[in-house]
Structures are given as structure tokens and as C-alpha cells.
């Protein structure tokens, strides 16, 4: 079946490339998504059909020239910042296009410059015309497709010390189960400056509402010390506290009070489990500070006393870890990830890990 690449852009300025590329992408045996062909075959909003075309996509293809683009009402983000966005965070490979010579406005320079910043799973490349850049397509699209196959990771010859919860005094204030995943560079590591601790502070909160671990308006507490930057984001109505700690030596951590069920316990579900570890690791990708080739990964509960399993009829739970009282179950890392892998293949890589966190549990769901 042949891989569907979305081709983003504006018009304004790129018309040609994009009526160019086209047809090349079809030669190549892709499937090309594009927004003038899809709306006029789907009765939907422009966003909507936008954000689709991003979601049915294998790879993103994005040419950037001078123009921004018109803001849409609501997010007021051009459509393809947003098609960028959500491209990046579910973690498609992304190939990015950017036209030699340009003089953009603040807007599509600030954009360009975020683009250009992130690091993992994005293949960049510069053209002069449609000519140029269809002369280097086929091997760009070729690396990215690549990355699609499953992340191969090697064995952790070195131990690894994981700053888990109950040993990181100042972390974590509230209460319940609380999952933790844990993403360290393998191999020498230059620190942090401390001197940029402050400006980590908006680009963790940034992250963290991208990807969906605090919300928009979520109050949201600082803490910096000589170790690193926390973001921690309160407990507000049935919003768990979460937080972030990025460490001196570029250890990013990420964890989530789990909603409890009308008291009970917390319903322990392997699918939606690994759906917040790839988040949490597409996060630690987005924040572009860990600065190695590959990277090892730690995930665990605090505390699986109220840890439960739905009883037949779904009116209830068990919680067959109870008897544990406190205890934390933890998978220490044992495998080295290539970096590149973390946003690209974060699916695929939570659900081997959070497997083999209910291995270590007990419990297979």
C-alpha cells in the first residue's frame, strides 16, 4: 500500500511548487493529500478537514516560502502552523522545505524559527525553485519513510540512575496513583546552563499544552534550583496534578496523578497507559534538549494500592494490588532508543514498555 504524504503550504508565493510537486509525488508511488482535492470532495470546515488530512497522513511534507498566512479564529494560528503542530506532536515523520532567499514577516519568521528548532523526526532541506527542490524529493522522502519502521533498540550497557519520585523530595506534592516516565540521553552529556533555567520555563509549559498534559489556563507553579526547572500544574476540579522536571543533565521527567473511577480506584488500562507514555515521550522529544543519539526510558507507578481491574458486569472494581499498600512498581531501563525514534515511533515504543511494566506488575490487561 503506498505511504500518503500531505503536502502543507501556503499558496501565496508557492502556487507553482505545489502544482510541481504534485504530480512528482504521484510518480514517486505516494498517495498525495492535498487541501484543494479534499475539499471538494468533503462537506466539513476548512479546519476540520485540515486537521483530517494531518491525522490520515504517514508523512508531512511542508514548504515554507514568505507568506505566514491567514490566522484562523479559535487557535489563530495559520493552517499550516496547525498542520505543523499536530504533524509533530502524533509524531509523523516530517519533511520540511524552506525556500532560499526569503524575507518573511514576524509571524512566518517566529514560525520558521520553531520549525527549524526542532529536533527529532524532521528532515530539513532548502530550494531555490519548484526545479531544485523536486530534484532532492525522492531521497528526502525516502529518509523519512524510513523512520516508519519499527525503532530497533540496543541493549544499556551502562546503569542508569532514575530520579523516581519517592527519591526526588520537592517533586511531586499530591496524592494517588501516579505514572512516571522518565527519558535520559545515554552516554557523556553536556549540562544545562543554568543560566537558561528561566526561559525553560516557558518552553516546558509550551510543550506540555501542545502535547496535552496541562491544559490551556491551568495554573501552573514554577520551581528552580541548582538541579533544574519543575513545572508542576495544580489539581483543579477533575484535572490531576501533572508536571515536568527537566534536570541538569538533560533528564526529562513527566508524570500524571491517574483519574480515579467515582472513587473506587484507578481503572488500570494498558491501552490508555501507553497513550500518555508516547505523549510524555513525543514532550520530551519536543523540548529539544536531550542532545544525544539515543536515549533510555524508565515508566512506573508510585503506588499501585488503588490500582484496579473491572469486575465482569463493569459495575465495580478490584484492586488486587492493595495489599501492597504504598509500594511502587517501577521498570528500570534496560534498552537504549535512537533519539530520532522518540517522536517518530513513540506509539510503538510506550507499548513495548508499558507491556512490560504490567509483566513487572503482574498483570497483563
Given at each position: 500500500m503506498a505511504l500518503k504524504v500531505m503536502l502543507s503550504s501556503?499558496?501565496?508565493?508557492?502556487?507553482?511548487?505545489r502544482d510541481s510537486v504534485a504530480p512528482v509525488l504521484k510518480i514517486l508511488r505516494y498517495d498525495v493529500i492535498r487541501f484543494e482535492t479534499v475539499v471538494t470532495t468533503t462537506p466539513a470546515p476548512p479546519r476540520a478537514i485540515c486537521v483530517e488530512m494531518v491525522e490520515t497522513s504517514d508523512i508531512?511534507?511542508?514548504?515554507?516560502?514568505?507568506?505566514?498566512?491567514?490566522?484562523?479564529?479559535?487557535?489563530?494560528?495559520?493552517?499550516?502552523?496547525?498542520?505543523?503542530?499536530?504533524?509533530?506532536?502524533?509524531?509523523?515523520?516530517?519533511?520540511?522545505?524552506?525556500?532560499?532567499?526569503?524575507?518573511?514577516?514576524?509571524?512566518?519568521?517566529?514560525?520558521i524559527k520553531r520549525v527549524e528548532d526542532y529536533e527529532t523526526g524532521v528532515w530539513r532541506h532548502s530550494f531555490t525553485d519548484a526545479g531544485d527542490l523536486?530534484?532532492?524529493?525522492?531521497?528526502?522522502?525516502?529518509?523519512?519513510?524510513?523512520?516508519?519502521?519499527?525503532?530497533?533498540?540496543?541493549?544499556?550497557?551502562?546503569?542508569v540512575s532514575v530520579p523516581?519520585?519517592?527519591?526526588?523530595?520537592?517533586?511531586?506534592?499530591?496524592?494517588?496513583?501516579?505514572?512516571?516516565?522518565?527519558?535520559?540521553?545515554?552516554?557523556?552529556?553536556?549540562?544545562?546552563?543554568?543560566?537558561?533555567?528561566?526561559?525553560?520555563?516557558?518552553?516546558?509549559?509550551?510543550?506540555?499544552?501542545?502535547?496535552?498534559?496541562?491544559?490551556?489556563?491551568?495554573?501552573?507553579?514554577?520551581?528552580?534550583?541548582?538541579t533544574g526547572v519543575i513545572a508542576r500544574a495544580r489539581r483543579e476540579g477533575r484535572r490531576p496534578e501533572s508536571g515536568i522536571h527537566v534536570g541538569r543533565y538533560r533528564i526529562v521527567s513527566v508524570w500524571e496523578s491517574l483519574p480515579s473511577s467515582h472513587m473506587l480506584g484507578v481503572v488500570l488500562d494498558e491501552a490508555q497507559i501507553g497513550h500518555r507514555v508516547a505523549r510524555d515521550l513525543r514532550i520530551a522529544a519536543g523540548l529539544g534538549l536531550l542532545e544525544a543519539e539515543r536515549?533510555?526510558?524508565?515508566?512506573?507507578?508510585?503506588?499501585?494500592?488503588?490500582?484496579?481491574?473491572?469486575?465482569?458486569?463493569?459495575?465495580?472494581?478490584?484492586?488486587?494490588?492493595?495489599?501492597?499498600?504504598?509500594?511502587?512498581?517501577?521498570?528500570?531501563?534496560?534498552?537504549a532508543w535512537p533519539l530520532r525514534a522518540l517522536a517518530v515511533g513513540a506509539d510503538e515504543i510506550a507499548r513495548e514498555v508499558v507491556a512490560r511494566l504490567m509483566l513487572r506488575l503482574g498483570r497483563r490487561t
Open positions: 501556503v499558496r501565496r508565493g508557492l502556487a507553482d511548487v508531512y511534507l511542508l514548504i515554507l516560502g514568505d507568506e505566514y498566512g491567514d490566522p484562523m479564529p479559535g487557535t489563530d494560528l495559520a493552517p499550516t502552523e496547525e498542520e505543523w503542530t499536530i504533524a509533530r506532536n502524533q509524531g509523523k515523520p516530517i519533511v520540511v522545505f524552506t525556500k532560499a532567499d526569503i524575507h518573511p514577516g514576524p509571524r512566518q519568521a517566529a514560525f523536486i530534484s532532492q524529493l525522492e531521497a528526502a522522502l525516502a529518509a523519512a519513510a524510513d523512520a516508519l519502521r519499527p525503532a530497533a533498540p540496543s541493549l544499556l550497557t551502562t546503569p523516581w519520585l519517592e527519591t526526588a523530595r520537592g517533586t511531586y506534592t499530591g496524592a494517588g496513583t501516579v505514572l512516571e516516565t522518565h527519558v535520559l540521553p545515554v552516554g557523556p552529556t553536556t549540562p544545562l546552563p543554568a543560566a537558561s533555567f528561566g526561559d525553560l520555563q516557558r518552553t516546558i509549559a509550551s510543550a506540555a499544552q501542545e502535547h496535552g498534559a496541562f491544559e490551556l489556563g491551568q495554573a501552573i507553579d514554577f520551581s528552580i534550583n541548582e536515549v533510555t526510558i524508565a515508566v512506573g507507578f508510585n503506588d499501585v494500592s488503588m490500582l484496579g481491574i473491572p469486575t465482569e458486569f463493569g459495575n465495580g472494581m478490584t484492586l488486587p494490588f492493595a495489599a501492597a499498600g504504598g509500594r511502587p512498581v517501577h521498570l528500570e531501563p534496560t534498552d
